[in-house]
């Protein structure tokens, strides 16, 4: 009962705050009242997460909602005493010594992983954030997932403000496709790694959508590289996702006359010859080679526990280009269709491949009621979508087991939605069907 009554409490806080910060208040299309009512169903499904690792998967020490936050504990006790070893485990200075593997490391689970790589732990830093909110949470579980919905809203909030000047008359549907996604809700909304992944993919987007409107602010950049190395620090692959596609969208926003695909081809052919060499420089920083180490300890894990969603891959990959691109198909199906082929028999794996048809259906409509070719931001569809694919192919490669493919796509579902609704003509469609209307625009 305590801890639900903090719970409340810093609830009632924030949707305070959300009232007074011009952040939330001055979204177009978003009145804080839908947003607050969003932060609620966020800590609903939230909790629905909590429960599902509860009483469906009780096994607490492998519950990535539960594992990290107990892991959380033990860094957390040397605050009273010790608060200089606190922080230097918070911010990873000088801690990497015997004196903090025998105190604090060797009562953890999963600060060192099974199978190390030069590539960082990212489980680090989620057992770091929940070490920091502890200082206010009294170790209470509800307390972390309030603040981590508040967090996975503030980057959602930012994801709509970035896009919402593109898609006039469209708000409402904006908003259904970043916040109302099933499978974003609810693996989104919980004391686990997507719920900060958002926060930050969400803030970096706005902050680069916001310079590229001539709106940005001195700190601008400062935050960027802040957000930059949290995600790197919480989920490399999707920063290195997203960076190339935001490295073309600023070059061809900055620069006018010349095709889009010039400048995606030199972007992307830097990036990639830098990925497939920089173990030059970095010995153990083998892109392919980790990839491929990924997916091998993916299947073992999967064998390991029995996974109902395991689906073998029909190669197992080697650090060598041809055979990576040879599998791009299949990483590319498994990821967008794989949830809707192999969905399993229990609820979770149905929602999902419900959800893949809901999807499917609209992007097949937002098609079929184009606008005019000529008016689609051809530019920004495609600057989506190069994200999309990239990430859908690391996923791909790496992930055989279904429950995984849905929880990781997730960073990648509400951007593929609004290229759909970038293709749409809404009048089209609500001349059709005049119902639509008030589902689609504010």
Known sequence: MPGLLLALGYTALLLLLMRRVRFFTEAPGLPVAWTSWIFLLKIVFGMALWAVYTYLYPDRATADVFKYFDDSAHMFKALPDHPGDYLRMVFGIGNDTPKFRDLYYKDMNNWVRHYESNVYNDAHTIIRFNAVVRTISF?????????????????????YRAFVASLPGLERALLAAIFLLPSVLFWASGVIKESLLFFGLGLLVHLVFRMLAGRGRWQDPLIMVFIAVMLYFLKFYVLLSLLPALVVLIWARRSSGTALWPKALVVYGLFALIGLNVQRVFPGMDILGVLTMKQRDFIGLAIQMDSGSFVMPPVLLLPDVGLFLSQAPYALFITLLGPLVHAGDGALGMASAAENVIMLVFLALCIMFHRPWKEVDGKLVTVLLLYVLL???????????????????????????????????????????????????A
Request: net charge positive.
């Open 139 to 159: 170790g209470e579980f509800h307390v972390h997932t309030v603040i981590s919905a508040f967090l996975s809203l503030t980057g959602m909030v930012g994801l």
């Open 391 to 441: 990430l859908a192919l690391v996923i791909g490669w790496t992930t055989p087991v279904m429950g995984a493919v849905v929880r990781y796509r997730t960073p990648l579902l509400p951007f593929l939605m609004i290229a759909g609704l970038l293709v749409l003509d809404h009048h089209r469609i609500i001349a059709k069907w005049p119902w639509t209307r008030n589902w689609l625009s």
